[in-house]
């Protein structure tokens, strides 16, 4: 999940969620650029009953050069 795109992806992995059940165990967060963007992400998926099982893993934003 690109962490700055829009509701498609939270809607893409409610429908993974749905047609895979427990065989979806996580997802990579990619291009968190903060600690505040970790939590917002984390509190968004929190919020969402279908995923909060999910195994969330954070891949940090690289430093433009």
């Known amino acids: 999940v690109h962490g700055w795109s829009d509701s498609r992806s939270v809607d893409a992995l409610l429908e993974a969620r ?9 997802v990579v967060l990619n291009r968190v650029g ?7 992400l984390a ?3 929190a919020s969402t009953d279908k995923l909060t099982q999910l195994n969330a893993e954070v891949a940090p934003q690289a430093d433009k050069e």
């Open 34 to 40: 903060s600690e505040r963007h970790r939590a917002l």
């Open 43 to 45: 509190e968004a998926l």
């Open 18 to 26: 749905q047609q895979l059940g427990d065989l979806l165990a996580g």
